[in-house]
């Protein structure tokens, strides 16, 4: 799909807005003057004494709250919350909104000298290896009882041996609402000697509390040996409500308002270019929003213990819609989320080769991860009590989104301007045929309108995934942006610790916080799951494979077989616990890998740098495009454009 490039000025000016935000001074003069809280041993979980917050995610740092769907609320300690290079603290009120932790959780805990290999913990390349019951490495849902395939591996990012954090990470999205319990027993080191529990891990396993004791319990049950346990804990997944629950209201609110028509709109220019009429103009939504609504607002909830926010006027959106410019009759049009850090005219050179073939195409930026956003970003990863305003502005633009799909269906929407008629004066719009294309970025976002709208049923999510948490240090897109992050939070474990952080305030716009109702249990806003095509460039250099694939074992997407020549992938069984299509054509979701000949990726948190990056040339494959084609027609079907073969385009 399309690759979008930050250019190096962009960058610059990134870092500039950091170092100098707007009341940056005053957070300065604040932290010198007020050195920031302590936690007290009791607010700490002693199973792992390298940092107050670990081991990570932890229902140690949770209250009971009957209010809440999960009966329980993150109640992180203001004293152990991670502090910059300008001595301010990370404010816990924001997570402590949630009621859970984030179904795109990565356990993080420290094991100085710990080796996986010695230890025998699962790897990336062979997750089946920890659902045996003799796995060293246990994740089970306590609620079920079932075990969670899962892989661990040490940060590599963390140079220093003493606090470099061994991650657990599950094969798909842990089920929200659920509690689970992370075990990890007989760990050694590299010369195969024995490590011993912490003194907070032997009191756990020799007095445990109520809870503790039925975690353990959960744990035996799945098998464990729980007397070799070195590190267990528990942590409790959020619920729907805590992770999608303001973006739905905004949406049910917004449906309420307009109902079957369309939002108010203006055409500002209209354009022809060969076959393709571009069509530019704005919309108005509900202002969910502070202030004018732009980059670095942040929602209009102060006050409410869930979040949820309150409209106050409406804000424009700008749209860049291609129509065919000779349609004869309405036409299929496909909605389009852009790449990193990009914008709504990336839709152009695409909308063009639809319109080509008799297909429009419309956009909208990605608020909150758009090119108008990047300043704000620096000013993000350099104090990240300032992230929230990225998932804030990031679910306005989705209700963008929506809205764009209501102005497309609908007959009081855009077919009642001439813009988007034919030359007859018809509309040139099929609202009964849309679709969504998310390309990388959009690939990452685009799960979350489509799980909320009934105006599309097919969604095409190229070279996306889910979590970011797991795809910064497997992408070389972050190396622009890490050293924003190296610079407001030096301390590498803190760099690890506060990616996972910030993931509990990123599932409010990414895939991770929608993707469980996407093909299955959809939201009441629709009463039938979306159709969802994902497709996956093997040895993607900017969107890491792991993460296309969790996100299709998370929505229970087949692969098209076979999918891999013999031999390309290092896993001991690729792609496992990803079931084939049963038979072609297939007229469910799927995943369909293409291998453009690019190395493997490496095993490890690290980004594929060799080879040439097939991130973006998935466009110029004349057999993606009528495989994506046959999809999303109405009662589209993935079909077989590689001839019983792998999809492969040696480079």
Not at 85 to 101: K, L, M, S, T, Y
Not at 430 to 443: E, I, P, R
Not at 505 to 526: F, I, M, V
Not at 565 to 581: K, M, N, Q, W
Request: some cysteine; hydrophobic content about 35%.
């Amino acid at each position: 799909m399309l690759r979008r490039l930050v250019p190096s000025t962009l960058l610059a000016l990134a870092l500039l807005a950091g170092a100098c935000s707007s009341g940056g001074d005053d957070a300065t003069q604040a932290a010198t003057s007020e050195p920031p809280p302590v936690a007290t041993p009791g607010e700490c979980d002693p199973v792992d004494p390298t940092e107050c917050l670990l081991p990570w995610p932890n229902d140690r740092f949770t209250t009971a709250d009957e209010s809440r769907p999960t009966g329980r609320r993150l109640d992180l300690p203001a004293g152990g919350m991670p502090v910059n290079a300008q001595g301010v603290a990370i404010d816990p009120a924001e997570w402590n909104r949630g009621d859970g932790f984030s179904p795109a959780s990565i356990g993080l805990t420290v094991v100085p000298g710990v080796d996986p290999t010695t230890s025998e913990l699962a790897p990336q390349t062979d997750i089946a290896a920890s659902l045996s019951p003799e796995s060293n490495l246990t994740v089970v849902d306590v609620d079920t009882g079932e075990r969670v395939a899962a892989w661990a591996e040490l940060d590599t990012n963390v140079t220093d041996p003493s606090r470099q954090p061994l991650r657990i990470i599950p094969a798909t999205s842990l089920t929200e609402g659920h509690r689970y319990a992370i075990g990890l027993a007989d760990l050694r080191r590299a010369d195969g000697s024995e490590i011993e529990p912490t003194e907070g891990m032997v009191q756990v396993l020799t007095e445990p509390d109520a809870e503790q004791q039925q975690w353990l319990e959960a744990l035996r049950a799945a098998g464990v040996d729980t007397n070799a346990l070195d590190v267990g804990w528990s942590f409790t997944v959020a619920s729907s409500d805590s992770l999608s629950g303001r973006l739905r209201s905004m949406w049910e609110e917004t449906r309420a308002d307009v109902g079957d028509g369309a939002p108010p709109f203006r055409v500002t220019s209209t354009t022809e270019v060969g076959p393709a009429r571009f069509v530019e103009g704005t919309f108005d939504m509900p202002k969910y929003l502070t202030g004018d609504g732009q980059t670095g607002s942040v929602f209009n909830n102060e006050g409410s213990p869930t979040g949820v926010p309150t409209a106050e006027g409406t804000m424009s959106n700008d749209f860049l819609c291609v129509v065919p410019a000779q349609a004869t009759g309405p036409v299929p049009f496909v909605i389009y989320g852009h790449g990193l850090l990009g914008s709504r005219t990336e839709v152009r050179d695409f909308g063009a080769v639809a319109a080509a073939n008799g297909i429009g195409a419309c956009a909208v930026d990605w608020l909150g991860m758009s090119s108008a956003d990047i300043g704000t970003i620096g000013e993000e990863l350099l104090d990240l009590n300032e992230f929230r305003t990225q998932p804030d502005r990031m679910q306005q633009g989705h209700l963008g989104f929506l809205l764009l799909g209501r102005l497309l269906a609908s007959p009081q929407g855009f077919v009642t301007d001439p813009a988007f008629q034919t030359t007859a004066g018809g509309p040139a719009v099929d609202g009964s045929q849309l679709s969504f294309l998310g390309a990388s970025q959009g690939g990452i976002l685009g799960g979350a309108p489509s799980a909320l709208t009934a105006d599309w049923d097919a969604t095409i999510l190229g070279v996306g995934g889910l979590g970011y948490n797991l795809l910064l240090n497997r992408s070389i897109n972050f190396d622009r942006f890490k050293p924003l992050l190296e610079q407001g939070y030096p301390d590498q474990l803190t760099q690890s610790l506060g990616v996972e952080m910030i993931q509990n305030l990123w599932d409010r716009g990414e895939n991770s916080g929608y993707a469980q109702h996407l093909t299955a249990d959809p939201y009441p806003s629709r009463t039938e799951p979306q159709r969802v095509l994902l497709l996956e460039a093997f040895g993607d250099h900017q969107v890491a494979n792991v993460s296309t694939e969790k996100l299709a074992r998370t929505i229970d997407a087949p692969r098209l077989a076979p999918t891999l020549a013999p031999g390309r992938s290092p896993d001991v069984e690729p792609f496992t616990l990803i079931e084939t299509i049963p038979s072609l054509p297939w007229p469910g979701s799927a995943l369909v890998v293409w291998d453009f000949g690019t190395p493997a990726p490496p095993v490890g948190p690290t980004p594929p740098r060799a080879g040439e990056d097939p991130h973006g040339k998935l466009t110029d494959v004349p057999q993606a495009l009528v495989l994506a084609l046959g999809f999303v027609r109405p009662n589209g079907e993935v079909v077989d454009v590689c001839a019983g073969a792998p999809c492969s385009t040696p480079g």
